[in-house]
Structure formats: C-alpha cells, structure tokens
C-alpha cells in the first residue's frame, strides 16, 4: 500500500512538471507566432494601429485648418473685391 501511494506521488510530480514544461512550450510559441506576424506586417508595409491612429488625427487637424484657411481666403477675396467695386466707382464719377 505504502509503494501505491509513492507510485502516485511521483506520478503527480512528473504531470506536474509536464504542464509547466507545456506551459512554457507555449509561451514560447506564442512569442514565435507573434514575432512572424510581425516581421511578415513589416514585410507587407502594413502599420500598427496606433501608428494609423496618430496619423489620422494628424490628417483630421490638418483638415481642419485647410477648411479654415479656404473660409479665411473667400472672406479676404470678398472683401477685396468689395474695395475694388468701391475704388473702381470713384474712379468712374
């Protein structure tokens, strides 16, 4: 009976070291699989999301300031051309 619960002991202890050798087979083929989704994005010039992200926002800004920049060159034509015809009827009387 003694020799049952020995032969049970060390076949806990070797289950046991199994998993933790099987845990860490896993994580080393998870840092494989994430190094070769790397590398193969990088390959494919593909950019990571936060790069795309920063990128976006920096496009969003620019847009922004276009769009004021065109509303400040229409206001500035207008108002040319409104000193034009004001200047073009004095000269005209």
Same mark, same amino acid.
């Given at each position: 009976?003694?020799?049952?619960?020995?032969?049970?002991?060390?076949?806990? %202890? =070797?289950?046991?070291?199994?998993?933790?050798?099987?845990?860490?087979? %896993?994580? @080393?083929? !998870?840092?494989?699989? /994430?190094?070769?989704?790397? /590398?193969?994005?990088?390959?494919?010039?593909?950019?990571?999301?936060? @790069?795309?992200?920063? =990128?976006?926002? =920096?496009?969003?800004?620019?847009?922004?300031?276009? @769009?004021?920049? !065109?509303?400040? =060159?229409? @206001?500035? !034509?207008?108002?040319?051309?409104?000193?034009?015809?004001?200047?073009?009827?004095?000269?005209?009387?």
């Amino acid at each position: 009976m003694q020799s049952q619960n020995r032969i049970f002991d060390d076949f806990a %202890k =070797v289950a046991g070291g199994a998993l933790s050798a099987l845990g860490a087979l %896993k994580q @080393e083929i !998870e840092g494989l699989v /994430r190094d070769r989704v790397d /590398r193969f994005m990088a390959d494919a010039n593909y950019v990571r999301r936060d @790069e795309f992200e920063a =990128v976006k926002a =920096v496009a969003a800004a620019a847009r922004t300031a276009q @769009e004021k920049l !065109e509303a400040r =060159v229409a @206001e500035l !034509e207008a108002s040319a051309a409104g000193a034009k015809k004001k200047s073009g009827k004095s000269s005209k009387a």
